[in-house]
């Protein structure tokens, strides 16, 4: 089975440049989530999507950020202009949200790889 | 806010030697618990998840525990392909929004 897949895994990119990471979620999944990692903070939650539709953006840093969900196979994250303290690991989760909110219908969240970004 | 604190923040063990990772929660009633493992370069591997206080759940060496407070992830005997960093993270009722903690760092060494 194909995972999440991320790319690119790695982008090197000046100041001020656009920069667009992208996320195809498993297949079949519902729900999408998007990560920034860094060693002081670990792993935090910038925004989520539940079929396609933009759940929960608090995470989000400012609004340099902004992220789409065109279709269920495919989300984009974008940072304009990037500075140097976006640089981190971003990562993109999906899982499949259960129709009944019993306990035991959670559902984990399956990572991708990661895209590594410096701004430098 | 809901608030996931693990500890040791890096370990170091010697093949076969066993012991435990903790995580201390705080979350406004848990809906579940989860143990992640992640390797450098790759993104968090699901492992367990954990409902509620009482509850094991065992793969292989590891076996997860869950009280009202914290959580216990015990590696028994392990082996140099257990070296990872071992996240925990909870999900609070309501919510589909998971915290995890900063992650202990496991190194086994031959």
């Known amino acids: 089975d194909a995972g999440v897949i991320q790319s690119p895994r790695h982008e090197v990119t000046e100041m001020g440049q656009e920069v667009t990471l992208r996320c195809k979620p498993i297949?079949?999944?519902?729900?999408l989530f998007w990560y920034r990692q860094t060693m002081m903070r670990g792993l935090e939650l910038l925004i989520y999507?539940?079929?396609?539709?933009?759940?929960?953006d608090s995470g989000m840093p400012e609004d340099r950020f902004s992220a789409k969900m065109p279709n269920a196979s495919f989300s984009t994250l974008k940072i304009q202009p990037s500075e140097p303290r976006d640089s981190a690991v971003y990562f993109c989760?999906?899982?499949?949200?259960?129709?009944?909110?019993?306990?035991?219908?959670?559902?984990?969240?399956?990572f991708g790889d990661g895209t590594r970004l410096s701004i430098l | 806010e809901d608030q996931v604190t693990q500890s040791p923040e890096a370990l170091r063990l010697q093949e076969g030697e066993s012991s435990s990772l903790n995580c201390s929660y705080t979350v406004s009633g848990l809906r579940g618990l989860f143990w992640y493992r992640q390797d450098p370069g790759k993104g968090p591997e699901f492992l367990f998840t954990?409902?509620?206080a009482g509850e094991e759940k065992e793969k292989e060496r590891l076996k997860a525990t869950l009280t009202k407070k914290e959580s216990f992830l015990h590696i028994t005997a392990p082996k140099p392909e257990d070296s990872a960093t071992y996240l925990c993270?909870?999900?609070?009722?309501?919510?589909?929004?998971?915290?995890f903690g900063i992650g202990t760092k496991l190194q086994v060494i031959p």
């Open positions: 999507f539940n079929n396609n539709v933009p759940i929960d």
């Open positions: 989760a999906s899982s499949l949200r259960p129709l009944t909110g019993g306990q035991h219908s959670n559902q984990p969240q399956h």
């Open positions: 954990l409902y509620s």
């Open positions: 993270a909870v999900q609070a009722w309501g919510y589909q929004k998971v915290t």
């Open positions: 297949s079949g999944h519902n729900s």
